[in-house]
């Protein structure tokens, strides 16, 4: 069974620094490309970023690119988001999600952390 | 980047008729790389039809999809108690064409 299991989620004030965990489990993990989504309270979905499976691409939302970064450990079967200079607008739950067909089809979803950036 | 817009924003309908989502593209999608996804309130999203028609692994079939280009369809049949929750529309194939309708609520009526 797969499963996929975010931590690191707390409240940050703006302008700090939080780095997100994922650890997958149920698939070989380094055959996949993974993917970071988030949903703001009450809103839609959006796309964060994704490594390729050997972690030698990567790619971010244009709202997020500067400020986040993505990566993972095969050897840990963990996938990571270091995010930086953070805003009240990155508040959002963050789901961690694995790609089903290196299109960026998201066939299973983690259950999020929330990450909260408040004064 | 391609927009996506789903309509109606809410749906209200009752257990047992049939429910019809739309996604209109402002492009048109490749390859017919248009997926929906269903989320429960307190749940994460769970793949429902990709490919714009083919459904996921253990979907029932009450869930159906069709469409091409810039016009795509999702149609739950006959409504179980279960399938009302929002739905969203995603157009995929490439890491930077990979977003996100504004979501459909299917309620109760």
């Known amino acids: 069974e797969v499963q996929l299991v975010e931590s690191g989620g707390v409240v940050v004030q703006p302008g700090g620094s939080l780095r997100l965990s994922c650890a997958a489990s149920?698939?070989?993990?380094?055959?996949?490309?993974m993917h970071w989504v988030r949903q703001a309270p009450g809103k839609g979905l959006e796309w964060v970023s994704l490594?390729?499976?050997?972690?030698?691409?990567?790619y971010y939302a244009d709202s997020v690119k500067g400020r986040f970064t993505i990566s993972r450990d095969n050897s840990k079967n963990s996938l990571y988001l270091q995010m930086n200079s953070l805003r009240t607008e990155d508040t959002a739950l963050y789901y961690c999600?694995?790609?089903?067909?290196?299109?960026?089809?998201?066939?299973?979803w983690g259950q999020g952390t929330l990450v909260t950036v408040s004064s | 980047e391609i927009v996506l817009t789903q309509s109606p924003g809410t749906l209200s309908l009752s257990p047992g008729e049939r429910a019809t989502l739309s996604c209109r593209a402002s492009?048109?999608?490749?390859?017919?790389?248009l997926a929906w996804y269903q989320q429960k309130p307190g749940q994460a999203p769970r793949l429902l039809i990709y490919?714009?028609?083919s459904r996921a692994t253990g979907i029932p079939d009450r869930f159906s999809g069709s469409g091409s280009g810039t016009d795509f369809t999702l149609t739950i049949s006959r409504l179980e108690p279960e399938d009302f929750a929002v739905y969203y529309c995603?157009?995929?194939?490439?890491?930077?064409?990979?977003?996100f309708g504004q979501g459909t609520k299917l309620e109760i009526k």
């Open positions: 999600a694995k790609d089903g067909s290196s299109s960026s089809l998201f066939d299973y």
């Open positions: 149920g698939f070989t993990f380094d055959d996949y490309t």
């Open positions: 490594i390729s499976w050997d972690g030698a691409s990567t």
């Open positions: 492009q048109s999608v490749s390859s017919s790389y």
């Open positions: 490919g714009a028609s």
């Open positions: 995603q157009q995929y194939g490439s890491p930077t064409e990979n977003t």
